[in-house]
């Protein structure tokens, strides 16, 4: 099977910072892009970031300038660095790789996802 587990979410102050990790494991090969997403209670899941295999990188214009995406190809890991943390950061960020997969015996080309890390900002 196929998992992408995240870490490093947790409570934190206005202005703070949180480092989220998330490693794939399992039978994915040949992943392209990774990257994080979020959902706050009652919005739609949006984009936050997403880096290519090469190391290309784009962001939400709301995170642009205090997060950063990096990568470790080898490890199957993708990182954000998130830096002055402001209230409307809280959600849950899903970790999200686009690769090939094993699931069921099945192979599979796609997204895959984690379960989710809360991230909370108080102000």
């Known amino acids: 099977q196929v998992q992408l587990v995240e870490s490093g979410g947790g409570l934190v102050q206005a202005g703070g910072s949180l480092r989220l990790s998330c490693t794939a494991s399992g039978n994915i090969f040949n992943i392209n892009a990774m990257g994080w997403y979020r959902q706050a209670p009652g919005a739609q899941r949006e984009l936050v970031a997403v880096?290519?295999?090469?190391?290309?990188?784009n962001y939400a214009g709301s995170v642009k300038g205090r997060f950063t995406i990096s990568r470790d190809n080898a490890k199957k890991t993708v990182y954000l660095q998130m830096n002055s943390l402001k209230p409307e950061d809280t959600a849950v960020y899903y970790c999200?790789?686009?690769?090939?997969?094993?699931?069921?015996?099945?192979?599979?080309?796609?997204?895959?996802w984690g379960q989710g890390t809360q991230v909370t900002v108080s102000s």
């Open positions: 999200n790789a686009d690769g090939v997969g094993v699931v069921g015996g099945i192979i599979r080309s796609g997204d895959f």
């Open positions: 880096i290519s295999s090469g190391g290309t990188t």
